[in-house]
C-alpha cells in the first residue's frame, strides 16, 4: 500500500469514527420528527399531546405568527431538519459539508430564537414543543461550531463570525420583515367605545337573539375592529374569548368549535372568518330580510 493510499486510509478511518457526522443525524432526525408532529397538527387541527385544551400550545399554535405567507412555521423546521440530514450523509467534501450544515443550523438557531421572542414578548405563551426543537437545534449547532477544526480548519475564526453574522442578519430581516404586520397589530389590543346608531343596535340586538356568536381575542386587533363597529351595540353579541389570559375566557369552547382564526362568526350554523362589514353580518344573519 502506498504512502498516499495509507494517508487516505487514515482519514477516512479518522471520519468514521467521528461523533459529529451520527450526533447530528441523529438529532436532526429527532428534530424531523418534533416538526412533522406540528406540520400534522396545524393541517389535521388535532389535540396536542401532553398539552390540556386552550393550554399555551394551543394559544402559540393557534396564533398569526403560526405562520408565514400562508405556510405554516413547523414546516420551515421540517425543511431545514431535512437539508440537514440530506447534507450529512451525501457525497461531498468535509469542507463544504461543514459550511453548508453551519448555515443550516446557524440559520435554524437564530429563528428559533425569533420564534421563543416572540412566544415569550407578544403571544406571551411557549409552546413545549418548539422548545424542544430550538434545543435539538441549537444542540446541531454547538457540536458542529466545536467540530470545525476537524472538518474545516482553515476556515478562520473571523471568517466564521461573519459569516455567522450574515445567516443571523438575513434571518432575522427577513422573520421580522414578513411578519412585520401581526408584529405591529399585537402592539394595539385595546379599542375606543363609541354610541351606536339605532341600526347597528337593531343588528346586534337581532343577531344576539338568534345566536349568531364571535369568537375572538382580547389581544386580537381585527377582532378590537369588528368590535369597533358595533360600538356601544357589542354588548348585545354573543362573544367567546378564546384567549386563556382574557376576561371571562373560554378557550376549551373555541377549541371544540375548531377555532384557529380571530374574529370567527358562527352564524345560523356555519363559520366565517376575519372581521366583516355590518352590512355583510346582516345578509348573513337574515337581518336585511326581517324588514327590521
Not at 66 to 85: D, E, K, M, N
Not at 91 to 112: C, D, E, N, P, Q
Not at 140 to 147: E, N, P, W
Amino acid at each position: 500500500m502506498t504512502t498516499k493510499s495509507k494517508s487516505r486510509s487514515n482519514v477516512e478511518s479518522k471520519e468514521k469514527k467521528s461523533y459529529i457526522k451520527p450526533a447530528v443525524i441523529a438529532l436532526s432526525v429527532l428534530g424531523l420528527i418534533v416538526s412533522l408532529y406540528l406540520t400534522y397538527l396545524h393541517y389535521s387541527e388535532g389535540q396536542t399531546a401532553f398539552c390540556a385544551e386552550g393550554s399555551q400550545c394551543d394559544e402559540v399554535r393557534q396564533s398569526d405568527f403560526s405562520t408565514i405567507l400562508g405556510i405554516p412555521v413547523a414546516l420551515f423546521g421540517l425543511l431545514g431538519y431535512a437539508l440537514i440530514i440530506v447534507f450529512s450523509i451525501i457525497s461531498i467534501s468535509k469542507k463544504r459539508r461543514w459550511l453548508l450544515l453551519y448555515i443550516l443550523a446557524l440559520g435554524g438557531v437564530t429563528f428559533s430564537a425569533y420564534l421563543t421572542y416572540v412566544e415569550l414578548f407578544v403571544i406571551k405563551a411557549v409552546c413545549k414543543y418548539c422548545v424542544i426543537s430550538a434545543l435539538i437545534m441549537t444542540t446541531i449547532f454547538l457540536i458542529l461550531l466545536f467540530g470545525k477544526n476537524e472538518y474545516y480548519p482553515k476556515f478562520s475564526g473571523v471568517k466564521t463570525t461573519l459569516l455567522g453574522l450574515c445567516v443571523v442578519l438575513v434571518v432575522l430581516v427577513g422573520a421580522f420583515s414578513l411578519q412585520y404586520e401581526q408584529l405591529a397589530e399585537a402592539k394595539l389590543p385595546s379599542y375606543e367605545i363609541t354610541p351606536a346608531d339605532s341600526y347597528t343596535v337593531s343588528l346586534a340586538k337581532y343577531m344576539g337573539s338568534r345566536g349568531a356568536t364571535m369568537y375572538g381575542s382580547y389581544k386580537c386587533p381585527h377582532c378590537n375592529d369588528q368590535k369597533k363597529m358595533f360600538g356601544s351595540a357589542f354588548k348585545y353579541i354573543n362573544y367567546v374569548e378564546c384567549h386563556p389570559k382574557g376576561p371571562d375566557a373560554n378557550p376549551s369552547l373555541c377549541f371544540a368549535r375548531g377555532v384557529q382564526n380571530f374574529p370567527t362568526w358562527e352564524i345560523n350554523g356555519n363559520y366565517y372568518q376575519g372581521a366583516m362589514s355590518l352590512e355583510r353580518l346582516s345578509a348573513l344573519s337574515g337581518f336585511e330580510s326581517t324588514g327590521q
